[in-house]
Structures are given as C-alpha cells and as structure tokens.
C-alpha cells in the first residue's frame, strides 16, 4: 500500500530534510519501488538517456591519510605499495581513447611525491594528443596546484567528503577535518572545476539523518557529480571486521539523492557492482547516469585495494567495457559519445 505521504512528497520540486530522511526509511517493498520508479523519471528528463563511461586510471596506492575504513591508509603494512610512471599512465590514457571513453580519471591516494609540475605535465600532454575531458581525483592538495592544473587543462576534480557529520568524520579520520574538507571543495569551485563530493553509505554510527545531511551538502555546494557508494571493508584496517553496507539502503540512496539533485551526474559504482551481483544495473535503473570502467593495468589494479573483492580485475578492461555496453544496451539507454560535462553548463 503507498501512503498518501509518499505520493505528496514524491510530487514536490524541493525536498525538506525531514522529508528526504522519510524516503531513506521506507521499508515496504511497494513503496521503494514507486520511489525508484520517480528517481528514474527524474533522471530521464534531468539527464536523458545517456550514460556516460569515464575511464578510471589508479596512479599510485601510496597516501599519507590514515582513514580507518581504507585499504590505501598509511598504516596498512600489508598492502604492496606502487606508483605508475608518466609513460605507462600515457600508454593507459591510449587504451581509454581506443575504447571510445572521452574522461579520463586521474585517480590515486595522498602521493606528494607526485610534484604540481609532474601532475601538469601528465595533464598537457593528454590533452596535446586526445581530445577528452580530464577528472582529477588527488585529495587535498594546494590552492595553488589546483590552479596549475585547471590551467593545464583538467575539466574536473572529484573530492568525496564521504560523511558530513562532523563528530564521525573526526572519529574515522585521523589526520583531517570535515571542514577542511569543505574548503577544498569550495576551493576547487572558486578555481573554476567541475566539481564532484558524495559520501559513503554504512560507516559505522550513521544515521538516515547523516544521509540526509549528505545529499543536502552536495546541493549545497552545487556539485556537478556526486558519488553514493557503499562501504565495503578492507583487511589491514581497523575497520576490517565492520559489516558490508546494506543494498537497498544504498540504492534508496542513489534514488533519492537523483530526486533532489536532478541534474548532477551520479555515478552507479564499482563499489555498488563489488557489493551485489548487478548492482551497477540497479543504480542505473533508479537514479544514476555514470559508470567508471578501470583501466588500471596489471600488475597495480589488484593492489589499489580501498576495499575487498572488487569487481573487474581482469587482464582486459576492453573485454569489461564490451559487457558494460551490452548491459547499457539491455536497459534500453545508450553509451554518450560525447565527454560529458557537467549539465549545470548547458542551462539557459
């Protein structure tokens, strides 16, 4: 039975906090359905029907955090420690453009060793020989060095603040501060990104209420993307023995989240697939418009271990981005052909 509650909230343009804390606890079968039936409506008319595949490359795995849920953390003793050469981060960004993926994600942990001029360097020669847009996702870095590579040419800057409640932000973080964190993300705006944020569903003491507050701070730092992925433990981590997070409270997340953002990009993640067979076809299907393909080659792919048992470790990402296609073809949307920016860019 769906209450007359849903259907008022449902309607409505702009969601109250209590309201969006009330869609995150539905429990009826019924219910959650209507609720991803809506988040598919938003998406269709905020985002169409494209998805669009941004290609993830893992640098390095070295990072001076010490996060208590992650794998990279610099603690974790365990973990063999890698770093990519500019020529084989070239060679990678190669087989992206061949697999006709027009983003390419500069991706790893807190590696000071790589320099501002290093970085830039990596960036301008991408952009010399592909046409593609250029996601950076570094951690926190200088004000000044992000200036030098959004001069260099990267479009985007992914910075997940992954709790914006600041008493469990302290606790998981022991090197950082939730409001530090956004003032990067500020930071990033004000140095002319395209800005990405987002949480992580099923640390240990959240609440819908946390959720809520995390859905509210990515409108409210007007994010171009926002990532809602699932906590999944790592060996070599305090954390190690926590519980995987819950599915559906995952996936309701992906949903409501579409319904209040509207036109940010959401990606269906990895983490998502790794947690449940199909998960990234369940995000696509209730809110979400981005998949990220790992092109991270061997020998490095099975050692960038934020979490455990992470899907697509295979010896060939063309062969992974060939299935992605067919799934995509299956749930009657298409592959972009375009780089896919951000779609706050193109209102009137």
């Known amino acids: 039975m769906i209450s007359t509650k849903l259907i008022s909230i449902l309607k409505k343009a702009t969601l109250s906090k209590d309201e969006i804390v009330f869609l995150l606890s539905l429990s009826g079968k019924e219910e959650i359905e209507k609720l991803y ?5 938003v998406r269709k008319e905020f985002c169409g029907d494209e998805i669009h595949l941004r290609g993830i490359i893992e640098f390095s795995n070295h990072c001076e955090q010490d996060c208590l849920y992650c794998g990279l953390r610099i603690s974790n003793l365990e973990l063999p420690r890698y770093r990519m050469t500019s020529k084989e981060i070239l060679k990678t960004v190669n087989c992206i453009v061949e697999a006709n993926i027009r983003t390419i994600v500069l991706q790893s942990g807190e590696d000071f060793s790589y320099t501002k001029e290093y970085i830039s360097d990596i960036i301008r020669n991408i952009k010399e020989k592909y046409d593609v847009a250029i996601t950076l996702s570094l951690g926190e870095r200088s004000f000044e060095e992000y200036i030098d590579w959004r001069n260099a040419g990267a479009d985007r800057y992914l910075l997940k603040h992954e709790i914006a409640n600041p008493r469990l932000y302290s ?14 993300l500020q930071l990033l705006k004000a140095a002319g990104y395209q800005v990405g944020s987002g949480n992580i569903i099923g640390l240990p003491g959240q609440t819908f209420v946390d959720i809520a507050d995390d859905i509210l701070l990515c409108k409210e730092l007007d994010c171009d993307m926002a990532s809602f992925s699932p906590f999944i ?3 070599g981590t305090p954390f190690r023995k926590v519980e995987k997070a819950d599915v559906e409270l995952t996936v309701k997340t992906i949903a409501v989240a579409r319904i209040v953002l509207k036109d940010v990009h959401i990606p269906a993640t990895t983490a998502l697939g790794s947690l449940v067979e199909n998960g990234r076809e369940k995000g696509l299907k209730t809110g979400a418009n981005v998949v990220m393909p790992n092109f991270t080659p061997h020998p490095y792919r099975q050692n960038y271990k934020i979490y455990e048992g992470k899907i697509c470790i295979t010896d060939d990402p063309l062969a992974s981005v060939g299935c992605l296609n067919l799934m995509i073809e299956g749930l009657g949307r298409k592959v972009s052909d375009g780089k896919g920016h951000s779609l ?3 209102k009137n």
């Open 233 to 235: 433990p790592s060996n």
């Open 171 to 184: 606790a998981f973080h022991n090197k950082q501060k939730l409001g530090d964190r956004i003032h990067h």
């Open 344 to 346: 706050k860019l193109f």
């Open 37 to 41: 039936s809506r988040a598919d409506e």
